[in-house]
T-cell receptor, first 115, second 113 residues
C-alpha cells in the first residue's frame, strides 16, 4: 500500500516569505502525486500534479513542486506568500492497480500567513 | 463548465437513521470517488466507481454503500447512522485512472445527533 507523510501539521510564514510544505511518499511503483488545497467549508482544489513527465511541476497560484525519486519527496513551494494562501494543503498519491484507482492523502498542513 | 455538484450541502440526521448523498460529476467524467473527511481520521477513501462498476472500496463497514448510474451520477448511502459518521463527505470525479487527477465537489456536511 502507498502512503504519504506530511511533515508539520501547522506552518506559519510572513507575507512575502517563501512557502515550503513537505511531502514524502512511499510507493513500490512510480506514483502519481498531487497537491490539493482546501479553504474553510469547501472541497479540495487541485494545485498541481506529477505524472512522470517533468520532475518540476508548476501549478496554479504560483505554486510548484519538485519530484525527487531518490528522496521520495514531492515538496510544495511558493516564492512569496500571500494572505490568500492561508488554507490547508494536502499531498496525495494515486494508488493504481487493476482493482481501480484511489487517492491516499497525507494528514494535511495548515498554512498561516502573517501580515 | 460546471464542476462537481454535491447535494445536499448540509444534513442533520438522527442516530439510527439512514442517509443518501448525491454527486453529479463533471460532464464526460466516468470515474467517481467518495471520501470521508473528519478531524480525527483525515481524508479516507470510501469507494470508486467507473462506468457503473465499483472498482475499489475502502476500509469502511457495510453500512456504507454506493452506486453509479448510467449518466455517471453517483449516490452514497449510509444506513443505521452512528455519531461517528458525522463528517464532510466529498465526491470527486475524473476522466479515468491515475494521472488525470480528481476534481472535488464542495462536499456534504453530515451531522448525526
Amino acid at each position: 500500500a502507498q502512503s504519504v507523510t506530511q511533515l508539520g501539521s501547522h506552518v506559519s510564514v510572513s507575507e512575502g516569505a517563501l512557502v515550503l510544505l513537505r511531502c514524502n511518499y512511499s510507493s513500490s511503483v512510480p506514483p502519481y502525486l498531487f497537491w490539493y488545497v482546501q479553504y474553510p467549508n469547501q472541497g479540495l482544489q487541485l494545485l498541481l500534479k506529477y505524472t512522470s513527465a517533468a520532475t518540476l511541476v508548476k501549478g496554479i497560484n504560483g505554486f510548484e513542486a519538485e519530484f525527487k525519486k531518490s528522496e521520495t519527496s514531492f515538496h510544495l513551494t511558493k516564492p512569496s506568500a500571500h494572505m490568500s494562501d492561508a488554507a490547508e494543503y494536502f499531498c496525495a498519491v494515486s494508488d493504481q492497480g487493476s482493482s481501480g484507482d484511489k487517492l491516499t492523502f497525507g494528514t494535511g498542513t495548515r498554512l498561516a500567513v502573517r501580515p | 463548465k460546471a464542476g462537481v455538484t454535491q447535494t445536499p450541502r448540509y444534513l442533520i440526521k438522527t442516530r439510527g437513521q439512514q442517509v443518501t448523498l448525491s454527486c453529479s460529476p463533471i460532464s464526460g467524467h466516468r470515474s467517481v470517488s467518495w471520501y470521508q473527511q473528519t478531524p480525527g481520521q483525515g481524508l479516507q477513501f470510501l469507494f470508486e466507481y467507473f462506468s457503473e462498476t465499483q472498482r475499489n472500496k475502502g476500509n469502511f463497514p457495510g453500512r456504507f454503500s454506493g452506486r453509479q448510474f448510467s449518466n455517471s451520477r453517483s449516490e452514497m448511502n449510509v444506513s443505521t447512522l452512528e455519531l461517528g459518521d458525522s463528517a464532510l463527505y466529498l465526491c470527486a470525479s475524473s476522466w479515468g485512472q491515475g494521472g488525470y487527477g480528481y476534481t472535488f465537489g464542495s462536499g456534504t456536511r453530515l451531522t448525526v445527533v
